[in-house]
């Protein structure tokens, strides 16, 4: 069955951009003819713009920008209005940065080649990690699903637009199949975990701590991102910044860079402590967030590395995604590869980089 929410969503997205700009335009029209046109925002500092609060979208996985999380790091590189917005998947995050809810978000390449090929007004700063281990597709040990091939005419739970879809698909293309070979239910995460303890879905394709609560409730992980990134198929954690913000706040964006280079450092320079951090923070235990933290995150000195931002290897990624998504009638165009190459912004990780030496 091919799914057409995606196409749904994307074209939302653009209204919402429309009817976001045509507020924009009102308001500073009002703020003109009350203020006389002009003044200066005494709450600016280093020559940036004021702002009354700094929103940064957020999901509960795994990684390491938990720790900048949950230790303050943001608050403490980039002030006390900073707020942390816990949002369940990555469309949504989409559709904070699209109405401005938010000025940053982490999101898996799935969302953000749907949003950067819809003009969504962001850009990739940052790669949190190369999925491998924490993202998978799950089955019931007494369903007789061993395969993807045995998913054809099953209902699978996925969350759409976000990287678990595009892994899914992925996953069915190299078995020889497509999405009309099985039947997509669009879940969240948390909807994945009621689905499953029903009976309504037997397989899905998700993410830690889902993957893994399914994994002990009667499930085995039959791949995960790791498998699919030895075929060629690899799936990526990014942070994004609202272009708007980052053209009027830079130094505020190299902070943020710079609270996440904090919270990686930490975890490869004590890993217990890390997990001590993830654990209380996501609420679980210490065991399971030490099994769960199975990506490869990308440390500052690495960010520009060949497998990572550099040799225009995420904008590769990013493209051969959209054209993926666009064969599946999941968007509705795939830019061209210089399009994506200056939708990532290295200069914040550059002067950090810099900074070091």
Same mark, same amino acid.
């Given at each position: 069955?091919?799914d ?5 969503e994307?074209k939302n ?9 045509l507020?924009m335009l009102?308001?500073v ?8 046109g002009?003044g ?12 009354d ?6 999901q509960?996985l795994l990684d390491?920008? @938990?720790i900048?999380?949950?230790?303050g790091y943001f608050? %403490?590189?980039?002030?006390d209005n ?6 369940s ?5 989409n ?7 938010? %000025?940053?978000?982490m999101?898996?390449i799935?969302?953000t ?9 962001y850009k990739?700063i940052?790669?949190e990690d ?7 597709? @799950?089955a019931?040990?007494?369903?007789g699903?061993n ?8 209902k699978?739970?996925?969350t759409?637009?976000s990287?678990?879809?595009?892994g899914?698909l992925c996953a ?5 199949m497509?999405?009309e070979?099985i039947?997509m239910v669009?879940l ?8 499953w ?13 889902t993957?893994i609560n399914?994994?002990?409730s009667g499930g085995?992980?039959l791949l995960t991102g790791?498998d699919l990134a030895?075929?060629?198929?690899q799936t990526?954690?990014?942070h994004?910044v609202?272009?708007d913000?980052?053209e009027?706040n ?14 990686v450092k930490?975890y490869?320079d ?9 654990s209380?923070?996501?609420e679980?235990?210490? %065991?399971?967030a ?5 990506? %490869?995150y ?5 960010q520009?590395?060949?497998?990572a931002?550099g040799a225009?290897n ?9 054209k993926?998504?666009?064969?599946e ?16 912004d290295t200069?914040?990780?550059?002067a950090?980089?810099?900074e070091?030496?």
């Amino acid at each position: 069955m091919r799914d057409s929410m995606i196409n749904m969503e994307v074209k939302n997205m653009k209204l919402k951009k429309i009817i976001a700009a045509l507020t924009m335009l009102t308001v500073v029209a009002l703020a003109g003819a009350g203020c006389g046109g002009s003044g200066s925002d005494d709450s600016a500092s280093n020559g940036e713009k004021g702002a009354d609060k700094v929103v940064i979208g957020t999901q509960d996985l795994l990684d390491t920008s @938990v720790i900048a999380k949950s230790e303050g790091y943001f608050q %403490e590189a980039m002030g006390d209005n900073v707020e942390i917005e816990r949002l369940s998947a990555g469309r949504d995050i989409n559709n904070a940065l699209m109405s401005d809810s938010v %000025e940053f978000g982490m999101m898996g390449i799935c969302p953000t080649t749907v949003g950067l090929s819809s003009d969504a007004g962001y850009k990739v700063i940052w790669i949190e990690d190369l999925i491998r281990g924490t993202e998978g597709l @799950v089955a019931k040990t007494d369903s007789g699903i061993n395969s993807v091939k045995d998913m054809k005419g099953k209902k699978v739970g996925v969350t759409l637009a976000s990287s678990g879809h595009y892994g899914l698909l992925c996953a069915l293309q190299d078995e020889g199949m497509t999405s009309e070979d099985i039947e997509m239910v669009d879940l969240a995460p948390d909807a994945i975990n009621s689905a499953w303890a029903r009976g309504d879905i037997d397989v899905a394709y998700t993410w830690n701590p889902t993957l893994i609560n399914l994994k002990n409730s009667g499930g085995k992980v039959l791949l995960t991102g790791a498998d699919l990134a030895k075929k060629g198929h690899q799936t990526i954690n990014f942070h994004v910044v609202r272009t708007d913000f980052a053209e009027e706040n830079p130094e505020a964006v190299k902070q943020y860079c710079a609270a996440l280079a904090k919270g990686v450092k930490l975890y490869y320079d004590d890993r217990d402590a890390a997990y001590d951090i993830v654990s209380k923070y996501l609420e679980m235990t210490v %065991e399971n967030a030490k099994e769960q933290m199975s990506d %490869e995150y990308i440390k500052l000195e690495n960010q520009l590395d060949d497998n990572a931002l550099g040799a225009d290897n995420a904008a590769k990624s990013i493209y051969q995604v959209a054209k993926f998504l666009e064969k599946e009638g999941q968007i509705e165009e795939t830019r061209d590869l210089d399009y994506y190459k200056s939708m990532i912004d290295t200069s914040y990780i550059e002067a950090l980089q810099a900074e070091q030496k």
